[in-house]
Nanobody, 125 residues
């Protein structure tokens, strides 16, 4: 079992920045692929960014490339999502999730078994 807790969400103006944290307990996050997803009202959950197990190979949705950065802090057992140049369309509940079986963090949410409770990000125009 892996327990995940997200934090760092909030209200920010367009062009601003936020850093989301995903703290884990129960297992070592470095041994798992970790993804960040988001879900806006009335929309399906979508992949935002992922980081592979061990070597930390990253992947991003096209909509956030160049603006968001995913990283891992192994001593803190935490994965971060640094979000810069935020846009109103980034407004959503952001979730971190763990895929316990595959090496790379893919975009298919069905492969992720463990999810946090989510943190709200609101970007005002």
């Amino acid at each position: 079992q892996v327990q995940l807790v997200e934090s760092g969400g909030g209200l920010v103006q367009a062009g601003g920045s936020l850093r989301l944290s995903c703290a884990a307990s129960g297992r070592t996050l470095n041994n798992y692929a970790v993804g960040w997803f988001r879900q806006a009202p009335g929309k399906e959950r979508e992949f935002v960014a992922g980081i592979s197990r061990i070597n930390g190979i990253t992947s991003y949705a096209e909509s956030v490339k160049g603006r968001f950065t995913i990283s891992r802090d192994n001593p803190r057992n935490t994965v971060y999502l640094q979000m810069n140049s935020l846009k109103p369309e980034d407004t959503a509940v952001y979730y971190c999730a763990v895929d316990p079986r595959t090496y790379y963090a893919g975009s298919d949410s069905r492969k992720y078994d463990y999810w946090g409770q989510g943190t709200q990000v609101t970007v005002s125009s």
